[in-house]
């Protein structure tokens, strides 16, 4: 391959620049201007929601929904350890505990099945996180947090525009967040979404993101607020983007039955599931688990950085990170997502990717 191939590249080819242009004409470029509220006013269709709530990035998001629904000290939340440090931090800086969950060795989903032993008097909610493409199985979840009265929250970061059942990710729970980095189904560069039916929780977001300037008085805090805004700019280009999702979906779906169609026999990986019992994969990434003991993913990504191909590990545990780790949960004690953070990596899962560039990288995989 002649030059390199990124992991990630994100497809800015709609309405991006016009929009973007508008912006600069009209000197709407803070986070006060049009395409913010058309922006949240299509999330939240998309979703399901009545209230979405633009942010400065996913982490953002998490902070917001973690505060809102009113997790603090001494709480703990039962949440995946394979995921994004964002979730965690979010529950530790409120100064709660994360309970981590194993994954699941084929979904890489939290197993739900493992929820309801962890439940104590001290646990308030559960964060469901969707990973690379396939929902967390999000019934029986739900039905746990209703016999146990426990919040919900849902991290949709990697599954815009998917659905579990038919329902749409960032509909479920108490809130859900969304992430617009540059390698998610819609990027506004940075950027990121609360998404909440209630009234007063999509106040108080909304005050939060704004340094809860006084209603009254404006320059006296009504609480311990952020800057979390998204600017106008972002939001234009996440109005291009929306407008064409269903492309890009349609593209990640491409993608992920094309390597699936040139790793077929493969016998080294496991490759990523094509659906479940209840949803299809959208592939976010295409990630795939080196079966070679030998082999952990380091050795695969060090081999295909040398021939151009960019890719990525896995999430490394939260429960074996150093800056997290409480002691209280050590190595060995969730097997599957020591094992997935060891071995997977995801492959070049851009929107510009042709399938040239994949036959070339499962070319390279297989020999
Ligand atoms: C599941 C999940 N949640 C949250 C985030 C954080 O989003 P951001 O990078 O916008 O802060 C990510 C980022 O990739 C993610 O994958």
Sequence with gaps: MKTFLPVNEPDLSGNEKKYLQECIDTGWISSEGPFIEKLENGIANLCNRKHAISVSNGSAALELAVQVIGIGKGDEVIMPTFTIISCALAVVRAGATPVYVDADPLTWNMKVGDIEPLINERTKAIMAVHIYGITVDMDPLLEISKKYKLKVIEDAAEVIGQTYKDLPCGSFGDISTLSFYPNKHITTGE???????????????????NLCFGKTDRFVHEELGWNFRMSNLQAAVGVAQLERLPETLEKKREIGRLYHQHLEGCESFTLPLVQTTYCENIYWVFGIISKIKSKDARWWMN??????????PFFYPMHLQPTLHNGSQTKGKLPISEMIACYGLYLPSGLTLCEDRISTVCKKLNS
């Excluded at 950027?191 to 993101?209: F, I, Q, T, W, Y």
Aim: net charge positive; charged share 30%; proline share 0%.
């Design 191 to 209: 950027g990121g979404m609360v998404l909440v039916n209630d009234d007063e929780l999509a106040e108080r977001c909304k005050s939060l993101r």
């Design 303 to 312: 081999k295909l950085a040398a021939q151009g191909i960019g890719t990525r």
